[in-house]
Nanobody, 117 residues
Framework: QVQVVESGGGLVQAGGSLRLSCATSERIFRISAMGWYRQAPGKQRELVAEITSGGSTVYGDSVKGRFTISRDNAKATVYLQMNSLNPEDTAVYYC???????????WGQGTQVTVSS
């Protein structure tokens, strides 16, 4: 069974930084993309950032210029560096792993990020 394990969430003051990590046991050659989504109370889950196997990245509009996604293919791990955090970034952050073929999606259990004002 494929595992997706997140770490790095926590409480930080506005203006601070956090780094999230997500490791998967899925074989790296099967992974087409890895990334992060978030869900705040009462809101829909939204894309934060995603990176493809080729290194292409996409970011949600609200985090552009503040967050950076990267990946270590050798470790099948993706990272999210979050800078200039503000209270609107408070949410549960979920790691997303997309397998290319046959297509399938895996989700992590979620990690809480809380930004205090």
């Amino acid at each position: 069974q494929v595992q997706v394990v997140e770490s790095g969430g926590g409480l930080v003051q506005a203006g601070g930084s956090l780094r999230l990590s997500c490791a998967t046991s899925e074989r790296i050659f099967r992974i087409s993309a890895m990334g992060w989504y978030r869900q705040a109370p009462g809101k829909q889950r939204e894309l934060v950032a995603e990176i493809t196997s080729g290194g292409s990245t996409v970011y949600g509009d609200s985090v552009k210029g503040r967050f950076t996604i990267s990946r270590d293919n050798a470790k099948a791990t993706v990272y999210l560096q979050m800078n200039s955090l503000n209270p609107e970034d408070t949410a549960v952050y979920y790691c997303h792993v997309e397998r290319g073929y046959p297509r399938y999606e895996y989700w992590g259990q979620g990690t809480q990020v809380t930004v205090s004002s």
